[in-house]
Nanobody, 121 residues
């Protein structure tokens, strides 16, 4: 059993900051990639940022320079620091992990339950 639990969402004014956290737990052998996605009402889920176990990162163009993804491999935790937030950042943010379970041979994708981020103008 593997669980991803997100925290840190909430309501913030435009220009403000929030920090999201996502902790993975369970029978995990290795987490290869951790990422944050978001889904706004009426829109498709989109990749916000991703980070490999080696620390390589990638970002959506819309958040470059404002958001920073990081991870603590010892804690199986990924973070998303969001600065200079805009109303268009309002969405449910989901954590995703590509990982290999203990005793497993293949990599699978797991999702958290999502956390709401609302940015008021």
């Amino acid at each position: 059993q593997v669980q991803l639990v997100e925290s840190g969402g909430g309501l913030v004014q435009a220009g403000g900051s929030l920090r999201l956290s996502c902790a993975a737990s369970g029978s995990i052998f290795k987490i290869n990639v951790m990422a944050w996605y978001r889904q706004a009402p009426g829109k498709q889920r989109e990749l916000v940022a991703g980070i490999t176990s080696g620390g390589s990162t990638n970002y959506a163009d819309s958040v470059k320079g404002r958001f920073t993804i990081s991870r603590d491999n010892a804690k199986n935790t990924v973070y998303l620091q969001m600065n200079s937030l805009k109303p268009e950042d309002t969405a449910v943010y989901y954590c995703n992990a590509l990982l290999t379970r203990t005793g497993g041979a293949y990599e699978y994708s797991y999702w958290g339950q999502g956390t709401q981020v609302t940015v008021s103008s």
